[in-house]
């Protein structure tokens, strides 16, 4: 696919033709010192403009230059990078006019970036009406992150009142990251404990338990964490106060003396740029070298911090300019690591050599129980393949179904002999209430059912008859009945236990029956176009409940064109989930789902 990637900063646009196949952008807009001395370049041409000087009419001018290098057909979809998604973002998103005012909403907590993004998202709109608009969000991958690490200790009033919190960001790059570590290291992230350190002019480290983000550095905004190389990272807050005192600083004055003047350029009083340090450092400047041991050091601090977090890592990664290209910045940050089983190998270290066609290098002594790679991030590249990702899925994002969860409760389903020998013969079941999926209904008519230990009354017969007697009961149920039943698909009761079904008509002993019901999803055959999925297919549900959220794995997939989009859980695993009445959960897309064939179940 070819997806146009936008960036736009307060100052900046930054506008890539990516092939996503080859990784690799066919087309590169760079514009600087805007909007009121525009420096524009075009594949490192440099483009004369003439237009009005304001942020609208350099953008608009910028996406027809391109557009007329490049049919527009040849674009698949526009990727925009949005800096703050909030809370209410927590995936790659299509863009429409709700996701349009909640970008304008959140302006306040990024007033820099977010109105860029969006004069970005309303150009692009215009310049090409026909192609979808992705949001990727610098924040969403973040959102996973239990409230414990979200939190400011702080008074929750003022917290509520201007939504406080840590949000972090690079969300993006570490998520790229996750994946490529996963693929390179053929293992499923959803087993591996990953410490991203991105460390480019902006740095940021985040701990990724088992495919989610669980920590990060950066916080309400990109100042927090690291040291960087013009910000100050974190810092007493007693300094800004104490400073503003004796400064008599405004604001802005602090924020631009945090955000401009400290960091790498602030303690070494020479330069952001960490190749420069390096070298001043290595002719003996005392101030470099106060620099460099500040930045390894910090890092190193939160490498321990984060093991402890998640119990340990299995995969250390450096990206970002200085964490691709300084062996000398790796090999600092993990000396004395040994102890947690972080072992760099100096030879791979030295000889790393990171590009586009050789993006991953492995730097880890064989002895070290952590991988440790360096892999070459490219932000507009992982915004493309992101993009990549909702197209593919047809643009669905916004119209995928959620799935309505509804708990089962115990029940039975009856063949025409046993109700014959229950209720009498040729005994009809008569309708209490019609069930969700159509054609079904609970009868008014209930068994009792009798067990080694214990007898449970009053459960529900369900109608229409079936072929075979099925007993559907909970894990509880089962303990208290003392029956040992299998997990199993509805229908497939060979093999199970049996059990006394009693009436006031008459009672009889099923030899086979008694199932806890597989959760499940009944799903039209329609729906399951919509998802991708066939009948049979094990996939994974999230429920996405602020609090808690939980992800039901092992969900298996029921597709008849009989059927209505649902899933059933049984009453332990409501109780346990806290389901509540009207819970809705989304299938796990990206997740590969296995199908029960070939799992040989
Ligand atoms: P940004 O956050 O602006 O995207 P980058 O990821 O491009 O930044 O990283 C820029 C930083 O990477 C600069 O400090 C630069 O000096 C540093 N860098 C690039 N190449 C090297 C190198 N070979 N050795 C050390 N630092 C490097």
């Known amino acids: 696919m070819y997806i146009l990637v936008i960036n736009c900063g307060s100052s900046s646009i930054k506008a890539d033709v990516i092939d996503t196949q080859l990784k690799k952008s066919i087309l590169e807009l760079d514009a600087e010192r805007l909007p009121s001395t525009p420096f524009i370049q075009l594949n490192n041409e440099q483009i004369i403009y003439h237009g009005d000087l304001n942020f609208e009419s350099i953008i608009r001018y910028c996406l027809h230059t391109i557009k007329s290098r490049l049919a527009e057909k040849q674009i698949n979809g526009i990727g925009h990078r949005v800096v703050h998604g909030g809370d209410q973002y927590s995936q790659t998103v299509c863009i429409d006019a709700a996701v349009e005012a909640a970008i304008e909403n959140l302006a306040d907590l990024a007033p820099l970036h977010n109105p860029a993004n969006l004069a970005g998202i309303r150009s692009a709109k215009e310049v090409f009406p026909a192609i979808s608009n992705i949001a990727v969000f610098d924040t969403a991958f973040h959102q996973t992150m239990p409230k414990r690490a979200k939190q400011y200790a702080i008074d929750k009033n003022i917290i509520a009142k201007y939504n406080i919190k840590r949000y972090g960001f690079h969300g993006t790059s570490h998520k790229y990251i996750m994946e490529r570590s996963g693929e390179y290291l053929k293992q499923d992230v959803k087993n591996l404990r990953i410490l991203s350190c991105h460390l480019g002019n902006g740095a940021s480290i985040c701990a990724i338990e088992f495919g989610r983000s669980v920590e990060t550095s950066m916080g309400l905004t990109p100042m927090e964490g690291l040291m960087m190389g013009t910000r100050s990272g974190d810092i007493d807050p007693g300094i800004i106060t104490y400073l503003q005192?004796?400064?008599?600083?405004?604001?802005?004055?602090?924020?631009?003396?945090?955000?401009?003047?400290?960091?790498?350029?602030?303690?070494?009083?020479?330069?952001?740029?960490?190749?420069?340090?390096?070298?001043?450092?290595?002719?003996?400047?005392?101030?470099?070298?106060?620099?460099?041991?500040?930045?390894?050091?910090?890092?190193?601090?939160?490498?321990?911090?984060?093991?402890?977090?998640?119990?340990?890592?299995?995969?250390?990664?450096?990206?970002?300019?200085?964490?691709?290209?300084?062996?000398?910045?790796?090999?600092?940050?993990?000396?004395?690591?040994?102890?947690?089983?972080?072992?760099?190998?100096?030879?791979?270290?030295?000889?790393?050599?990171?590009?586009?066609?050789?993006?991953?290098?492995?730097?880890?002594?064989?002895?070290?129980?952590?991988?440790?790679?360096?892999?070459?991030?490219?932000?507009?590249?992982?915004?493309?393949?992101?993009?990549?990702?909702?197209?593919?899925?047809?643009?669905?994002?916004?119209?995928?179904?959620?799935?309505?969860?509804?708990?089962?409760?115990?029940?039975?389903?009856?063949?025409?002999?046993?109700?014959d020998i229950l209720f009498g013969k040729n005994?009809?079941?008569?309708?209490?209430?019609?069930?969700?999926?159509?054609?079904?209904?609970?009868?008014?008519?209930?068994?009792?059912?009798?067990?080694?230990?214990?007898?449970?009354?009053?459960?529900?017969?369900?109608?229409?008859?079936?072929?075979?007697?099925?007993?559907?009961?909970?894990?509880?149920?089962?303990?208290?009945?003392?029956?040992?039943?299998?997990?199993?698909?509805?229908?497939?009761?060979?093999?199970?236990?049996?059990?006394?079904?009693?009436?006031?008509?008459?009672?009889?002993?099923?030899?086979?029956?008694?199932?806890?019901?597989?959760?499940?999803?009944?799903?039209?055959?329609?729906?399951?176009?919509?998802?991708?999925?066939?009948?049979?297919?094990?996939?994974?549900?999230?429920?996405?409940?602020?609090?808690?959220?939980?992800?039901?794995?092992?969900?298996?997939?029921?597709?008849?064109?009989?059927?209505?989009?649902?899933?059933?859980?049984?009453?332990?695993?409501?109780?346990?989930?806290?389901?509540?009445?009207?819970?809705?959960?989304?299938?796990?897309?990206?997740a590969k789902s296995v199908n029960l064939h070939d799992k040989n179940v």
């Open 427 to 590: 005994y009809e079941l008569t309708e209490f209430k019609p069930l969700s999926q159509p054609g079904q209904f609970a009868a008014n008519e209930t068994v009792t059912l009798i067990g080694l230990k214990n007898k449970i009354e009053n459960v529900r017969i369900l109608g229409p008859l079936r072929p075979k007697d099925q007993v559907e009961i909970s894990k509880t149920d089962e303990f208290f009945l003392g029956i040992d039943a299998p997990v199993r698909e509805s229908g497939h009761v060979e093999g199970s236990p049996g059990i006394t079904l009693k009436t006031a008509h008459g009672e009889v002993a099923i030899k086979e029956g008694v199932i806890v019901a597989w959760r499940h999803i009944h799903m039209h055959p329609n729906d399951a176009a919509l998802f991708g999925v066939q009948d049979k297919d094990i996939v994974s549900v999230d429920v996405d409940d602020d609090e808690r959220p939980l992800t039901f794995k092992n969900v298996l997939i029921r597709v008849s064109d009989k059927f209505k989009l649902e899933m059933h859980i049984d009453t332990d695993e409501g109780n346990a989930a806290e389901i509540k009445k009207g819970e809705e959960g989304e299938l796990v897309l990206s």
């Open 245 to 419: 005192n004796k400064e008599k600083w405004t604001s802005q004055e602090t924020e631009d003396f945090l955000n401009k003047q400290s960091g790498l350029a602030g303690l070494s009083g020479l330069t952001n740029d960490m190749r420069d340090i390096l070298q001043q450092a290595s002719e003996g400047n005392e101030d470099a070298r106060t620099a460099i041991q500040v930045f390894t050091h910090r890092i190193t601090k939160y490498i321990g911090a984060y093991a402890a977090i998640m119990s340990g890592i299995d995969v250390l990664v450096f990206t970002g300019g200085i964490g691709e290209n300084s062996a000398d910045i790796r090999h600092r940050i993990c000396q004395g690591l040994e102890f947690l089983g972080i072992m760099i190998d100096d030879d791979k270290n030295k000889s790393a050599k990171l590009n586009s066609d050789n993006d991953v290098a492995n730097i880890s002594d064989e002895n070290g129980r952590v991988k440790i790679l360096a892999i070459r991030t490219d932000e507009q590249v992982a915004i493309a393949l992101e993009t990549q990702k909702i197209i593919q899925e047809k643009n669905k994002v916004n119209t995928i179904p959620k799935i309505p969860i509804a708990i089962s409760a115990r029940h039975v389903h009856l063949s025409r002999a046993t109700v």
